[in-house]
């Protein structure tokens, strides 16, 4: 699974109105994550999915990690 196959539905709906099986996507383009883009949008999209703030931030921070080594 690539972001190309998540990203534009994703991109449709606001973050509260996303169905519970999305994560499950974005979880998957994480591990399909192919260069640091890829890791840094599946990152960002993941973060946006939790509900513990400590999660929210490590998720950012992965982002940014790999935002910034591209």
């Known amino acids: 699974m690539t ?21 499950a996507l974005f979880e998957q383009a994480w591990v399909g994550r192919t260069d640091d883009y ?4 599946a990152a960002h999209y993941l973060a946006r999915q939790q509900d513990d703030p400590e999660e929210i931030l490590r998720w950012n921070q992965e982002a940014l990690r790999h935002a910034f080594a591209g």
């Open 3 to 23: 972001l190309d196959m998540v990203e534009p539905s994703a991109q449709d709906r606001r973050v509260s109105q996303w169905p519970a099986d999305v994560r």
């Open 38 to 41: 890829d890791a840094c949008v």
